[in-house]
């Protein structure tokens, strides 16, 4: 079911990303640090083939620290510059904005060489929903925000958006679809809310988080739901229910109602009341 969940919009999208890429230097990928593999659409390699792409490793706010930090070294080791960001609170955006302007260095130099000064770089952000693209989009021009091009109700034009002197961004980001490529790759993106809750069964779903969670980040759990040690043992369900006992998500007659546990959770572990936890680390 979840794999023919984003269908009819992909091919369109795909299109308009490539057609757009022609004016673009430089693209952002925009990743969630939780999950770096699961939310890269490994379909964009192809499609931006040689461009620049600098990559943000948003929300971060949400991730362990030191897991975001071995993530950088890992895209670093691989050629790419990675940057972190917490694009709510704006954390990573300037650093962000040196990264795109150091990666062009080099090509605008030579262009000078030839007389060409003054070029802009043309970015464009890209990512697969939820990751925080219109945040960041909405953050990074907060500091400046002045439209260039053109007028109101013009919308077959590009807008453009200066970010500074040298920086013009497309101010539509591209969404990719993700790719359900197994089961963890689905789950992952289930738990952190891009395949939205209404196609999930919800209560499996968090089975399988808490799965993840009793052995990785058992003190979370212990902390957050007031649990012992011993709470903590293979029996999934029973842990779930005695979750759901602690948060008093009761139907009447005092049993515990699933469905109100797994939303109670699923909330926690999304807002970051459950702790920092990145579910994808670098092996
Ligand atoms: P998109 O364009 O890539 O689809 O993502 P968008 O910016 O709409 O962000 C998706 C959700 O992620 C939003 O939450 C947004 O607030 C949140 N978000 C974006 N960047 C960060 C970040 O760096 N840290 C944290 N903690 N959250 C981030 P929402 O609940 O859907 O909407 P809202 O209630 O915040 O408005």
Do not use: C
Not at 110 to 139: C, D, F, H, L, W
């Amino acid at each position: 079911m979840i794999a023919n969940y984003f269908p009819g919009h992909m091919a369109k999208t795909k299109r308009e990303i490539i057609e757009n890429l022609k004016l673009i230097d430089v693209v952002v990928e925009v990743l969630d640090a939780r999950i770096p593999i699961s939310s890269h659409n490994p379909d964009l390699d192809n499609i931006i083939k040689n461009k620049k792409r600098i990559v943000l490793l948003n929300k971060s706010d949400l991730a362990q620290e030191n897991d975001t930090k071995k993530w950088v070294d890992y895209y670093k080791k691989n050629n790419v510059t990675a940057v972190i960001v917490d694009a709510n609170s704006g954390k990573g955006i300037d650093l962000s904005i040196k990264a795109i302007k150091d990666i062009m260095k080099e090509k605008l130099e030579q262009e000078a060489a030839k007389g060409k000064i003054g070029k802009s770089i043309r970015i464009m952000i890209i990512g697969i929903p939820n990751v925080g693209k219109s945040s960041y989009i909405n953050r990074a021009t907060k500091k400046i925000s002045a439209k260039v091009g053109n007028k109101p109700g013009v919308t077959v034009q590009k807008q453009w958006i200066k970010l500074d002197k040298q920086i013009e961004m497309l101010d539509t980001p591209g969404v990719l679809w993700p790719k359900f490529q197994n089961d963890e790759i689905a789950l992952n993106l289930a738990f952190t809310g891009t395949i939205k809750d209404d196609v999930i069964e919800r209560t499996e779903v968090v089975y399988e988080l808490l799965k993840k969670l009793s052995t990785a980040y058992k003190q979370d759990l212990i902390d957050r739901y007031n649990l012992n040690e011993s709470d903590i043992n293979n029996n999934i369900a029973e842990l779930m229910e005695l979750i759901g006992q602690k948060r008093g998500a009761l139907v009447s007659g005092g049993k515990v109602d699933l469905e109100k546990t797994a939303r109670i959770i699923l909330e926690d572990f999304r807002t970051g009341k459950l702790g920092r936890i990145t579910l994808e680390k670098v092996k």
